[in-house]
């Protein structure tokens, strides 16, 4: 095994060196010692000369070896030699051999060697600079690089569309050209349904891609446009015959912004369906049975996209009265800014340029840094195009964390209110068989059920054991279950403690008591919540002495008067200047006597009954720093804030892994709520799916992933592209039929019939034989219903592209398709296990419109 060894000339680091030759031109041998004649039976080597004295050799055909073929391999008669030629002629030279004194093409002139007369000799100077400096004898570990190198090169053919998942260089590169979209669309154009002969070769390309229909279904729906796009742009994988197309993308998004998008669009939906009186759901399916696939080109291309699901920020959100002035729009700073980019596809994926935003606000004049807030160095808030980390300042977290207000839950963050519903709980119930108060209930885990077993035992034969006459209820048995419980198995003690310290914060401050303190620049220490009783504030203008004076001159009038309303210790008034005489901080002015009369220092002296005083100079710590700001509640709020708005960076996740409502069914349903009794087992039953799943989870193992996407793109069967998502859909879908159709046909049902929806329907009435002959696996059925699925979603957003419906319309279809898949597919005909997730969509369906539909918009 293994290539063969090279010849001894060719060796590296040989006295020849192959690399002083051209391609292809092997070096040659080394001339014998001068006078020394080649063995006998041993001719010499072309274009080499004989020595002095001896007859040049005798050509001969290549390949004859002077042995006759038609004499039995006897030795064939050598001819005579030629006669000499005249005097002063050179003899004729055999094929392949120079004169005397010239050496063969390629080769340098041997020195010492004269020229023959009438033949300039080479000049000897340009072909000593040509010879390459004599190389030092190369290490073991050198040529074995080299005939490493040599090797790659010679067998690389082998590997040329092989493919690997590794960086290295080796590998084959995966980086391909975009092509204009153009090229795939004339493809399937060309192809069409697949009945022209002209691609019959091409069918089983079609058939042998069945299986990755699937995981398109799922890349492309992975990637589906949110509420707040009207057009998205991704980059399409696709096979070079049209056969099957990918979305060669994983979306990934920032958490905060992304729940902030959410909350927004929540909003914005909650306000369309209070001021909207006729609300027509869209029709289901919505193309007919017999209508085509729409060609995207044809019809929805050069069509203008309606409006998305936007909120528009300024002064009809925020309660503002209405303006002429553009920048007067209601919002400070950092609103402004994170509406600039809130709504695009990756937000903050590029750096920021704040000109803009410093242009718009220089117009006062003061000079203030308006981007203080938000500024970061280069104007980068993630690690670049790759879009994995993200950084975002303070001030703009906690505009976030007012924009997702509607989806998070604050009272989560108290550890008391977990008590008694929290997995360890869970899971201690599961393991006693016991079902806590609006919490899950499990099959038991322990069949062995000892009042069964000790029926023979009661409390008036067994003098160990311990009387109760009255049921033990079943929070204490959760709680201390090695208490109230005979046997407890399997339990989880602990949960991170029985009670836990109070948590004192309520929330941001409400708005009506900035407005009532001076807007919001009076700051979040000099108001109280409403949640809890409320405090009377004093307002600075009834600091009245009883002489009328509204400063703090002590004078001669008691300052232990309950009369008097003296002001809060370190206020002053509104027009205190720094002077003396209005600092609340100074010393009574009779002291002063008796200070000069000990010769004290200023305010060292005090009675033993009198107050402590202080000198002119002192001051509180940071008394010239306001106690807060605009921006000091909100950034208290971060601290209690849920995941992920307590972080101040992390990692990029994507879309289909960020929980948006995950922790309502983890919630108590408060009995004022009046649910439904089928709400509350919605409840329950994602609560329980939820505890099942934390229970049987297993830590991540590290697997070397295998990319099917890189593999397919490193062949010269797939080419790149960037499509509009609703173009590769229609492609899916269109794929997908021509696919089903070519394996009805293969098995040559005619009397059979797909339609553009997929469904199966028979042409004529069947006979036995044709109704056996008919029958697919379960395979078969779950694709085409799954690209029925899928039909129903691509379609829905061509009647939104088309100007059918508008945004709302398409949020409330899509919502009605994903949570209906039991009435619009039959999937569940083929794998009933899909039950689980139909229904687990319909219990999520209950806890989104009851959240939906209550409370004020």
């Not at 019959?200 to 446009?225: Q, T, W």
């Not at 920032?254 to 927004?264: D, F, K, N, R, T």
């Not at 806590?436 to 322990?446: A, R």
């Not at 690209?787 to 061509?798: A, F, I």
């Amino acid at each position: 095994s293994g290539p063969p060894p090279m010849p001894p000339g060719q060796q590296q680091g040989g006295p020849y060196n192959n690399n002083q030759y051209p391609p292809g031109m092997a070096p040659p041998p080394p001339p014998p010692p001068p006078g020394m004649a080649p063995p006998p039976g041993m001719t010499l080597p072309p274009g080499m000369l004989p020595p002095p004295g001896m007859a040049p050799p005798v050509p001969h055909h290549v390949g004859n070896n002077n042995y006759d073929n038609n004499n039995n391999g006897a030795p064939m008669a050598i001819p005579p030699p030629p006669p000499p030629p005249p005097p002063g002629m050179m003899p004729p030279l055999p094929p392949g051999m120079m004169p005397p004194g010239m050496a063969p093409p390629g080769m340098m002139q041997p020195p010492g060697m004269m020229a023959p007369p009438g033949m300039q000799p080479p000049n000897f100077y340009t072909q000593q600079q040509q010879q390459p400096p004599q190389q030092q004898p190369l290490t073991l570990e050198e040529k074995s690089k080299r005939w490493s190198k040599l090797q790659t090169k010679r067998y690389s053919h082998r590997r040329r569309f092989a493919t690997t998942n590794s960086n290295n260089n080796n590998g084959p590169s995966t980086h391909k050209e975009l092509l204009p979209p153009e090229h795939v669309r004339k493809i399937l154009a060309d192809h069409g349904d697949m009945s022209s002969k002209r691609y019959s070769a091409d069918k089983r390309i079609y058939l042998g891609a069945l299986k990755y229909v699937p995981h398109a279904v799922f890349k492309l729906l992975e990637n589906m446009p949110m509420p707040w796009e009207n057009v998205k742009t991704v980059p399409v994988l696709y096979h070079v015959t049209g056969a099957i197309s990918f979305v060669n993308e994983v979306p990934k998004v920032i958490e905060p912004v992304y729940l902030a998008q959410w909350g927004s669009a929540w909003v914005m939906m909650r306000r369309e369906k209070r001021d909207r009186r006729h609300f027509k759901r869209m029709r289901f399916p919505p193309f007919d049975d017999e209508e085509p696939v729409l060609d995207y080109a044809d019809h929805i291309l050069d069509v203008e996209p309606p409006e998305p699901i936007r909120m528009e920020f300024g002064n009809e959100n925020y309660g503002g009265d209405d303006s002429d002035d553009e920048s007067d729009d209601g919002l400070d700073e950092v609103e402004r800014f994170v509406a600039s980019w809130l709504y695009e596809n990756k937000p903050l994926a590029e750096p920021v340029d704040y000109e803009e935003f410093e242009d718009s606000d220089d117009e006062d004049g003061d000079g203030e840094d308006r981007c203080a807030g938000y500024r970061v160095p280069g104007g980068r808030y993630t690690n670049g195009p790759s879009y994995r980390t993200w950084r975002l300042p303070t001030p703009v977290m906690s505009c976030l964390y007012r924009l997702a207000g509607p989806l998070v839950s604050t009272h989560l963050l108290d550890p008391n209110h977990r008590h008694l519903f929290h997995l360890p709980e869970f899971l201690t119930a599961k393991a006693l068989n016991v079902a806590i108060p609006g919490g899950p209930k499990f099959e038991p885990l322990y069949r062995d059920v000892q009042e069964k077993e000790e029926e023979d035992w009661n409390e008036f034969n067994d003098v160990n054991k311990i009387i109760i006459r009255h049921p033990i209820r079943s929070e204490y048995r959760i709680a201390f279950p090695h208490v109230y419980n005979s046997r407890p198995r399997k339990v989880v003690v602990g949960g991170g403690g029985y009670h836990h310290p109070q948590l004192c914060y309520v929330g941001e401050d409400d708005e009506d008591n900035d407005e009532a303190m001076g807007g919001a620049g009076a700051g979040c220490f000099q108001t109280f919540s409403s949640a809890i009783n409320p405090i009377l504030s004093v307002v600075q203008s009834e600091y009245k002495l009883e002489s009328g004076r509204n400063d703090a001159v002590m004078g001669e009038e008691d300052e232990f008067n309950e009369d008097m309303m003296l002001p809060l210790v370190g206020e002053t008034d509104e027009d205190y200047d720094g002077d003396e005489e209005d600092d609340v901080w100074l010393m009574h002015d009779d002291m002063d006597d008796i200070e000069d009369d000990f010769a004290a220092p200023d305010g060292a002296l005090w009675g033993p009954d009198d107050e402590v005083q202080t000198t002119t100079g002192l001051r509180p710590l940071l008394s010239s720093v306001p106690l807060s700001t605009s921006r000091t509640g909100p950034g208290i709020a971060l601290y209690f804030a849920p995941r992920p708005f307590h972080m101040r960076s992390g990692r990029t996740r994507r879309t289909i892994d960020v929980p948006l409502i995950g922790h309502w069914a983890r919630e108590r349903v408060s009995r004022e709520m009046n649910y439904p009794t089928k709400v509350r087992v919605s409840y329950q039953k994602l609560l329980k799916n939820w505890v099942l799943n934390q229970l049987h989870a297993q830590p991540n193992v590290k697997k070397n992933k295998k990319v099917l996407f890189k593999s397919l793109k490193a062949t010269k069967f797939f080419q790149c592209t960037e499509l509009d998502w609703v173009e590769v859909g229609l492609q899916v879908c269109r794929q997908g039929h021509n696919m089903l159709n070519l394996l009805i046909n293969r098995k040559q049902l005619n009397y059979l019939h797909l339609d553009y929806n997929f469904n199966l329907k028979p042409t004529k009435t069947l006979t036995t034989k044709e109704r056996k002959k008919s029958r697919f696996g379960n395979a078969f059925h779950l694709t085409r219903e799954i690209l029925r699925l899928t039909k129903l979603v691509v379609d829905s957003h061509v009647q939104y592209r088309l100007g059918n419906i508008d945004a709302y319309q398409l949020a409330d279809g899509l919502q009605y398709t994903f949570n209906h898949v039991g009435q619009l597919t039959g999937m569940y005909r083929y794998k009933y296990r899909l039950m689980r997730q139909i229904r687990m969509c319909k219990d999520l369906k209950h806890l989104i419109y009851y959240r939906f539909n209550t409370g004020p918009v």
